[in-house]
């Protein structure tokens, strides 16, 4: 594919990482001279430096050939500006980063495509979403949802007490009559390595495992990984970014006491005035005084959204250290996450992955209507829907020529979610839940052609 991204900060140096690796013929544009150079030097791509709305850099750039392009600028105006101008000379799609969430809101109203937008995201919207999420499947690290919960992609640290530690995935199914999970990736605790996990596979302690289920499964795989469901109703909030203001505001709507720590006063006042039914603290949340005082030891959650990683890392350490029932970290640099489970928080999240993520089903091949890459994991869950000329179509899945580097979680059939397992017959229509590692992802597209 061509892909054209504008915009070198960090969305878009990592979406071109990403997007290069799997050499995409990728087009980075910046005003920026070192953000370019950085790319040029580091990534196999072309760059251009200019303003993403001119007409003769777009043209340069040959956006009359682009599949693709995706603006990620720091600005709105030229990122919306940048997708009206692309899809009119010639751009098969756009993709729009704003900051207006009101934009998203009202996309039904507002006819963006007319307009030459096909999609607009908001990481700080991504990243308020995911925490909610998170939230409400307390116990685990990592969670998302296909199709408003139909299937649901839970991660979580196997402790000692997991009944199926020591077992092979096949025992630890038979602890249950009604199969109501599929475990899809594992990682070892002290290594980056991925596993595909197989009927011999066993279970260890402080594996990250990665279930597909439906929601039936959830309260399962609580007794089967020896997790507690906490109940989270008080919530206090590091930082009145635009990510700690979204939770806030969406956690309120949803009745969850709400206690958020801004330290610039002027913010903390107005946050005060849109935030009515949370209280909002102007304080230094770096300070452990501070944090005990407004009585962070009753909270059921801590979720540290600063714009300094290290300060959203050490903060949630404090907060761990009171026996908070959940912490969540907003981190900037990737590198973190290898951290988050050895060190004792619960979950970091990263803005920059999560629009990966949204962005990433657009390069796929198929019709691919979902796909995340897993945290610190070299694996990518897809969703697609089936077509009735695909290779998978008619078949039944212990039957098709599968790599052992992939595994089909779970299906979604007249809107009810199912764990398929060897038996199951794929038919047209279905929305298939597929995890695979990069090397089978070529092989997989195929499939679902």
Same mark, same amino acid.
């Given at each position: 594919?061509?892909?054209? %991204?504008?915009?070198? #900060?960090?969305?878009?140096?990592?979406?071109?990482?990403?997007? !290069?690796?799997?050499?995409?013929?990728?087009?980075?544009?910046?005003?920026?001279?070192?953000?370019?150079?950085?790319?040029?030097?580091?990534?196999? %791509?072309?760059?251009?430096?200019?303003?993403?709305?001119?007409?003769?850099?777009l043209k340069d750039a040959q956006v009359y050939e682009s599949d693709l392009v995706i603006g990620v600028t720091s600005s709105e105006t030229t990122n919306l500006t940048l997708c009206m101008l692309a899809k009119q000379l010639g751009s098969k799609r756009t993709?729009?980063?704003?900051?207006?969430?009101?934009? %998203?809101? /009202?996309?039904?109203?507002?006819?963006?495509?007319?307009?030459?937008?096909?999609?607009?995201? !908001?990481?700080?919207? $991504?990243?308020?979403?995911?925490?909610?999420?998170?939230?409400?499947? !307390?116990?685990?690290?990592?969670?998302?949802?296909?199709?408003? +919960?139909?299937? %649901?992609?839970?991660?979580? !640290?196997?402790?000692?007490?997991?009944?199926?530690?020591?077992?092979?995935?096949?025992?630890?199914?038979?602890?249950?009559?009604?199969?109501?999970?599929?475990?899809?990736?594992?990682?070892?605790?002290?290594?980056?390595?991925?596993?595909?996990?197989? +009927?011999?596979?066993?279970?260890?302690? +402080?594996?990250?495992?990665?279930?597909?289920?439906?929601?039936?499964g959830v309260d399962e795989l609580y007794k089967l990984t020896g997790k507690k469901k906490e109940e989270i109703k008080n919530v206090m909030i590091l930082g009145g970014s635009k990510v700690g203001y979204k939770t806030a505001r969406d956690l309120c709507v949803n009745k969850f006491n709400v206690k958020l720590i801004e330290k610039n006063?002027?913010?903390?006042?107005?946050?005060?005035?849109?935030?009515?039914?949370?209280?909002?603290?102007?304080?230094?949340?770096?300070?452990?005084?501070?944090?005990?005082?407004?009585?962070?030891?009753?909270?059921?959650?801590?979720?540290?959204?600063?714009? /300094?990683?290290?300060?959203?890392?050490?903060?949630? $350490?404090?907060?761990?250290?009171?026996?908070?029932?959940?912490?969540?970290?907003?981190?900037?640099?990737?590198?973190?996450?290898?951290?988050?489970?050895?060190?004792?928080?619960?979950?970091?999240?990263?803005?920059?992955?999560?629009?990966?993520?949204?962005?990433?089903?657009?390069?796929?091949?198929?019709?691919?209507?979902?796909?995340?890459?897993?945290?610190?994991?070299?694996?990518?869950?897809?969703?697609?829907?089936?077509?009735?000329?695909?290779?998978?179509?008619?078949?039944?899945?212990?039957?098709?020529?599968?790599?052992?580097?992939?595994?089909? +979680? #779970?299906?979604?059939?007249?809107?009810?979610?199912?764990?398929?397992?060897?038996?199951?017959?794929?038919?047209?229509?279905?929305?298939?839940?597929?995890?695979?590692?990069?090397?089978?992802?070529?092989?997989?597209?195929?499939?679902?052609?």
């Open positions: 594919m061509k892909i054209i %991204i504008a915009g070198a #900060g960090e969305v878009g140096i990592h979406l071109a990482k990403l997007l !290069s690796y799997e050499s995409q013929n990728i087009t980075l544009i910046d005003t920026n001279k070192e953000s370019l150079a950085y790319a040029d030097n580091h990534l196999d %791509i072309r760059v251009l430096r200019g303003d993403a709305t001119s007409i003769s850099i993709i729009a980063r704003i900051a207006n969430t009101e934009f %998203i809101d /009202n996309k039904e109203l507002i006819k963006f495509s007319d307009l030459g937008i096909d999609e607009l995201i !908001s990481p700080e919207e $991504l990243a308020a979403t995911e925490i909610q999420l998170l939230l409400s499947k !307390s116990a685990f690290n990592d969670t998302y949802e296909f199709e408003d +919960g139909k299937l %649901i992609m839970i991660g979580v !640290s196997l402790p000692k007490s997991a009944p199926f530690v020591g077992k092979m995935v096949k025992e630890a199914a038979k602890i249950f009559s009604t199969i109501n999970f599929m475990p899809i990736a594992l990682q070892r605790m002290g290594t980056q390595f991925t596993l595909i996990p197989r +009927g011999d596979t066993v279970f260890k302690e +402080g594996d990250q495992v990665y279930f597909i289920t439906t929601k039936e006063k002027e913010k903390a006042f107005d946050l005060a005035d849109e935030l009515p039914n949370a209280l909002i603290i102007n304080g230094d949340g770096r300070n452990a005084e501070l944090l005990e005082e407004e009585s962070l030891q009753s909270m059921d959650a801590f979720i540290a959204v600063t714009g /300094n990683s290290e300060t959203n890392i050490m903060s949630c $350490l404090v907060a761990k250290s009171k026996f908070i029932k959940k912490t969540i970290a907003l981190v900037e640099n990737m590198n973190y996450f290898q951290l988050s489970h050895s060190i004792g928080i619960d979950t970091l999240i990263n803005k920059k992955l999560l629009a990966a993520n949204h962005i990433f089903r657009h390069v796929r091949r198929g019709e691919v209507v979902a796909l995340m890459r897993l945290n610190n994991l070299n694996a990518e869950i897809l969703e697609f829907v089936v077509k009735p000329n695909s290779k998978v179509t008619g078949s039944v899945i212990r039957e098709l020529d599968f790599p052992r580097m992939a595994t089909i +979680g #779970g299906v979604i059939r007249d809107d009810k979610g199912i764990i398929a397992l060897g038996g199951f017959e794929i038919k047209a229509g279905d929305r298939v839940v597929v995890c695979c590692l990069p090397k089978a992802i070529q092989k997989i597209e195929r499939l679902f052609l």
